[in-house]
């Protein structure tokens, strides 16, 4: 088998890396001895009829296997398409053609029979060698005419036989398949193991059935078995109902005590309504095992009423994973169902089933109610008003058994359409809820279902398209969870976490907002149930664990959310190098870090369009002068219309504080020491007296402006001499009295004209300066400068910021914009303000549903 990463880690139950569980996955070598195989943890993977349709996707899922799968796995087939529709069709006909006493099998069935074969052998033809699909043609042709033979005789008593060809022949070419182009394979009938009590129980002889697959599995080979169906304790064939392939895989996973089993469809996960008719379903990144189960039983396609119940073993400690994924779609992720915590208990889904009966006796009240269900397990039932919902299938039975009792009998046709979710029978609120969304269905009861999980309306008349959508837009409007990621546990991290429980018991925006990351350079503590915000750094000193950007973006790529926020805190280019692979996840990033704004013309331009591609959200206003609204103004100004012509300020709040501050009568060094000792000026105070942070800061506004330009092409006057730049800070602090003179001569000249220095920021454009040496007709620089003492820059609160824009609006009297421009409050509250917003433009953001397959 090809050696390549596996993306199985997704299928992880809790990949997360706070328990540091990415599982491992290489590759089994051909021909691996039986104990080395032994040690690995089975997977079971089921592929469903769509997943099989054509060639195609038969091709695809190959591919899926070779990038999955071990040779100990499981793969457990359905019939290809609609083959199992088809073989039904074929035996209703016959059966007709018998009622109606016609000897012969008609034109008709003969027509059925030779269309099914020949779709059948052009899979074959297609996909496999000239010899390979010349041996399963030939086993085609005997199937087919002992199909025929069947069909001819006492049908009723081959029923099973015949409807088991659909999965015998998938299973049959797809071995064959695997074993002439990715690894050797053993096609395993699951009659030939696989013994429950009857049909209408399901119920698994497990002791059996398990030391019979035991020896049907061939070590250092990939088993292909038959999903659908199994024997009876005579051997009779029998099916486990229609869907069954995916109770066969999760039956198959108990046997061999597998760690997980994934249902391959062609739907990218189980969604809160059908999606086929439902354009705003939503995703369920996570369904608890209960309210999945419930799922199944009400209706939903993808998970089979029964699926479930081998995985449920209260008696088992062992735990197998389940997980919906799209064959169609292998990188994205699907949906665990298993064990979570709060969070993912809030989903609410919505299910409906139509032509069923509501049946009404007085034998479904008292003592015989509880014989009753336990003999017809009804979709739901009262047992004080005396009434159960059954399929149609169950009339028969029903009536015979109640006919045992002499008691009479109603039967009324009926739909139910239920609210599914975690304890919903409970929630006063949510009943409330639903009631009002049937108001004009009038239902004829609202029913709680036996585990509580759903509430069940029973319908009078099938329910209709439009039902299902107002009933589902009603129960999720409000469903979109986010999941925020705080990058950054320094001073304003700290910060931003201590405001975080009042905003979010405060802001109705942020009310399905949950803190799931925290992360420092070295590390992270991950729970996709949620971190206690009240606790949220004491729980990162206790629980984070080292990572690297590896495993982060590996949990990034799997995380269960709608969306996700990272918020970039850090002042580290490493963390900013990230956000390409973050944007091409679609998760969004709120950065107070200036790196990604300013770099190079080319990596800012891709990481614009990758964030666009990928409807990605950058929110970035703390990038320049903190909390204030500079960012947004200029972002406003743009989408409104105006065009802006020059940007200037003073940009640095250490800046602006060492020359507000400086008169001259202590001396420069001095100053800078104190600004040091109170942490005004940056660890190293040459990052501040460079100037590089203002050409930053200055570039990300021109940037916003709309302007293309790069960091070389904005002035930096350094105001650290060369003799001193390269010293070491203990070096330089020493050495810092030799910036005395420059700046007392600077000041003494300023003042003898009535004037003060101070660090400014230009950005101009002019369309009639644009010449050869200046395409762009721009000048950019960032420089100490004598100013008049009247001028709006020179009479600030020591440390604030300024900023003005001159624009077509804003020609003669420019707009200003002024405030504290660094400090942990006002960081903190700006990065709270890009929170908001980018919650409140997610609230209005459709993802679109993925079906790629037949239906
Ligand atoms: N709530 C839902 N969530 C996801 N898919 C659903 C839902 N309701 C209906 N479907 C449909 O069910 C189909 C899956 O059917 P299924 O018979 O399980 O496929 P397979 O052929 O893989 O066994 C999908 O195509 C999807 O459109
Ligand atoms: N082929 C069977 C069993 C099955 O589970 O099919 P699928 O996985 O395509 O739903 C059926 O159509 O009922």
């Known amino acids: 088998m090809k050696q390549e990463s596996s993306t199985l880690s997704k299928v992880n139950n809790d990949s997360s890396i706070v328990n ?114 010349k041996q399963l043609l030939c086993q085609l042709d005997k199937d087919i005419s002992q199909l025929t033979t069947w069909l001819a005789a006492d049908i009723a008593q081959h029923k099973n036989d015949i409807l088991a060809f ?50 049907r599995r061939q070590f250092g080979k990939l088993a292909v078995i038959t999903g659908y169906i ?106 665990e169902i298993g064990k979570f915590g709060q969070i993912a208990k809030q989903e609410l889904s919505v299910t409906y089933l139509n032509d069923l009966l509501l049946a009404q006796s007085v034998s479904f009240t008292g003592d015989c109610a509880a014989k009753a269900r336990a003999e017809f397990a009804p979709i739901c039932m009262d047992d004080q008003q ?143 149930d949620g971190i206690d915000v009240n606790q949220a750094t004491s729980l990162f000193a206790q629980q984070a664990i080292a990572y690297d950007n590896d495993q982060l973006i590996s949990w990034l790529t799997q995380h269960p959310y709608d969306e996700l926020i990272v918020v970039d805190i850090t002042p580290s280019e490493d963390f900013s190098l990230l956000y390409e692979r973050i944007f091409a996840l679609g998760i969004h990033i709120i950065g107070a870090n200036k790196w990604a704004a300013s770099s190079s013309t080319q990596a800012y331009n891709k990481l614009v369009n990758t964030a666009d591609s990928h409807n990605s959200l950058w929110l970035g206003n703390t990038t320049v002068g903190a909390g204030l609204p500079i960012n947004y103004a200029i972002d406003d100004l743009r989408q409104s219309g105006d065009s802006i012509s020059e940007l200037s300020g003073i940009f640095s709040g250490t800046l602006s504080w060492l020359f507000e501050t400086y008169d001259g009568s202590v001396k420069f060094s001095t100053l800078l020491l104190n600004a040091l000792a109170q942490g005004i000026t940056e660890p190293d105070p040459r990052e501040d007296l460079s100037g590089r942070d203002v050409q930053r800061k200055l570039l990300i506004l021109a940037r916003k402006a709309g302007f293309e330009l790069a960091l070389e092409d904005i002035d930096c006057q350094n105001l650290v001499p060369e003799a001193l730049q390269r010293l070491s800070l203990e070096d330089f602090l020493s050495r810092a009295n030799e910036l005395d003179d420059y700046f007392a001569s600077a000041l003494s000249e300023a003042t003898s004209k009535a004037a003060c220095i101070r660090y400014v920021a230009r950005f101009q454009y002019n369309a009639n300066a644009i010449t050869g040496n200046n395409p762009a007709g721009i000048s950019a620089k960032v420089s100490l400068e004598v100013l008049p003492k009247n001028d709006p820059f020179a009479n600030l609160i020591p440390g604030d910021n300024i900023f003005k824009i001159n624009s077509r609006w804003y020609q003669d009297n420019p707009l200003i914009i002024q405030g504290p421009g660094a400090g942990r409050d006002v960081t903190a509250g700006g990065l709270h303000s890009d929170l908001v917003k980018i919650c409140q433009q997610l609230a209005h953001k459709q993802n679109q549903v993925k079906i790629k397959g037949m239906s």
């Open 230 to 335: 199994s024997q009876d304790s005579r051997g009779t064939s029998c099916t486990l109902g229609r869907n069954g392939s995916d109770y066969s895989a999760t039956i198959i996973a108990a046997l061999v005590a597998a760690s997980n089993v994934t249902l391959w469809t062609d739907v990218d996960g189980i969604y809160s309504a059908d999606p086929r008719v439902v354009p705003s379903a939503r995703k369920l990144h996570r369904l608890p095992n209960g309210v999945a189960k419930e799922l199944g039983r009400l209706g939903n396609p993808v998970l089979h009423a029964k699926t479930l119940l081998p995985l449920i073993n209260p008696l088992s400690e062992h735990h197998t994973h389940l997980h919906v994924a799209s064959s169609f779609d292998a990188q994205v992720i699907g949906t």
């Open 166 to 215: 659909g999965e015998v022949w998938s299973a049959r070419l797809f071995s064959a398949l695997l074993n002439e182009q990715v690894c050797p394979s053993n096609f395993i009938d699951a009659r030939d193991f696989l013994v429950i009590d009857n049909e209408q129980s399901g119920l698994v002889d497990n002791a059996t059935s398990a030391a019979q697959l035991r020896q």
């Open 20 to 133: 540091n569980e990415f599982i491992e996955h290489d590759f089994v070598a051909q021909g691996t001895a039986e104990n080395k195989l032994a040690k690995h943890a089975i997977q079971v993977h089921k592929f469903g009829g769509s997943s099989l349709a054509t060639s195609e996707c038969i091709k695809r899922v190959l591919e899926i296997i070779r990038a999955n799968c071990q040779l100990n796995d499981i793969v457990v087939v359905s019939a290809n398409g609609k083959t199992t529709d088809s073989l039904f069709a074929i035996y209703s006909l016959v059966e007709r053609t018998i009622a109606e006493q016609e000897k012969q099998l008609s034109d008709e069935i003969t027509a059925a029979i030779s269309v099914l074969a020949q779709s059948q052998a052009q899979l074959i033809t297609e996909l496999l060698n000239a010899n390979n699909s």
């Open 386 to 528: 005396g009434f159960m919902v059954i399929t149609q299938a169950q009339q028969k039975s029903l009536s015979h058994w109640l006919a045992s009792h002499d008691v009479e009998i109603t039967f009324k046709p009926v739909a139910i359409i239920a609210t599914v979710g975690h304890r919903v029978a409970e929630r006063g609120d949510i009943k409330a809820r639903f009631k009002r969304s049937l108001k004009t269905a009038k239902p004829l009861q609202l029913v709680g279902g036996d585990n509580s999980h759903s509430v069940i309306a029973i319908l009078p008349e099938p329910c209709s398209i439009e039902l299902l959508n107002k009933v589902h837009h009603e129960m999720t409007k409000d469903a979109r969870h986010i999941g925020l990621v705080v990058a950054g546990m320094g001073n304003i991290g700290e910060r931003f976490l201590s405001l975080l429980p009042a905003q979010l018991n405060n802001v109705y925006a942020l009310e399905n907002l949950h803190l799931v990351g925290l992360l420092s350079s070295k590390k992270a503590l991950i729970n996709n």
